[in-house]
C-alpha cells in the first residue's frame, strides 16, 4: 500500500515554543492532506484539510494561527504548532489521500507531543 | 454531537475465540464505512472497509457487517490472534460531501491467550 512518511514520531519543546511537523507520501502524489488530532481515549479528530498550493481549510474551533498549515508539494505538508502550551500536548497524525478515493486515507506514523 | 460511536472502550477476547466490535451512526448521509486499526504510538492503518450497498464484506479472518436500518455496522475477527491486539477505530464518510471522515473514539480490543 501506499506510504505516508511522519516526522518527528515524537516531540518534546518548552512552552512558548513553535514545532514543526512534517508529512511526506513517499510513493504517490497527495493532492490532498489532512490533521488529525487525538487525545488519550478519544477519536481522531479532524483540524484541517490541506490542499496543494493552497489555503488549508480548518474545522471549527481550530485556531488557523496556532495551527499553521503549508502544502506547499504533492508530497509534503507541515505543521507548525506555534507558540506552543502544554494544553497542547496531543497526538497529531497525518494523512494523505491518493488519487481521487476520499475513502482510503493513509495515514502517518503520528507525532507525540508533550508540551513542558 | 458524535456522529459516530463506538460505545465499547474496551473488550477481551481469548485467543482462537471471535471478537465482534461494534459501531453506532447517526448520519444517514453517511454511505461508505471503514475499520482502522492503531497499535500504540503508530499511526491506524486501513483493515476493510464497506459499502452502504452492501451489507456484508469479507477479507481473510476479519468480515464488516452492516445494518442501514438499524445505522450499525460490526466487524468480526475469526479466529483472533494475540496480534489482533489493538485500537480499532470505526469511520464513516459521505463519499459526496465535502468532508473528511469521522471517527469513532476506538474499541480497544485484547486478545488473551
Known amino acids: 500500500g501506499a506510504v505516508v512518511s511522519q516526522h518527528p514520531s515524537r516531540v518534546i519543546c518548552k512552552s512558548g515554543t513553535s514545532v514543526k511537523i512534517e508529512c511526506r507520501s513517499l510513493?504517490?502524489?497527495?493532492?490532498?492532506m489532512f490533521w488529525y488530532r487525538q487525545f488519550p481515549k478519544q477519536s481522531l479528530m479532524l483540524m484541517a484539510t490541506?490542499?496543494?498550493?493552497?489555503?488549508?481549510?480548518?474545522e471549527q474551533g481550530v485556531e488557523k494561527d496556532k495551527f499553521l498549515i503549508n502544502h506547499a508539494s504533492l508530497t509534503l505538508s507541515t505543521l507548525t504548532v506555534t507558540s506552543a502550551h502544554p494544553e497542547d500536548s496531543s497526538f497529531y497524525i497525518c494523512s494523505a489521500r491518493a488519487g481521487t478515493e476520499n475513502e482510503k486515507l493513509f495515514f502517518g506514523s503520528g507525532t507525540q507531543l508533550s508540551v513542558l | 454531537d458524535q456522529q459516530v460511536k463506538q460505545n465499547s472502550p474496551s473488550l477481551s477476547v481469548q485467543e482462537g475465540r471471535i471478537s465482534i466490535l461494534n459501531c453506532d451512526y447517526t448520519n444517514s448521509m453517511f454511505d461508505y464505512f471503514l475499520w482502522y486499526k492503531k497499535y500504540p504510538a503508530e499511526g491506524p492503518t486501513f483493515l476493510i472497509s464497506?459499502?452502504?450497498?452492501?451489507d456484508k464484506n469479507e477479507d481473510g479472518r476479519f468480515t464488516v457487517f452492516l445494518n442501514k436500518s438499524a445505522k450499525h455496522l460490526s466487524l468480526h475477527i475469526v479466529p483472533s490472534q494475540p496480534g489482533d491486539s489493538a485500537v480499532y477505530f470505526c469511520a464513516a464518510i459521505e463519499r459526496g460531501g465535502a468532508d473528511g471522515l469521522t471517527f469513532g473514539k476506538g474499541t480497544h480490543l485484547i486478545i488473551q491467550p
Open positions: 490541506s490542499n496543494e498550493g493552497s489555503k488549508a481549510t480548518y
Open positions: 510513493d504517490f502524489q497527495a493532492t490532498t
Open positions: 464497506i459499502s452502504s450497498i452492501k
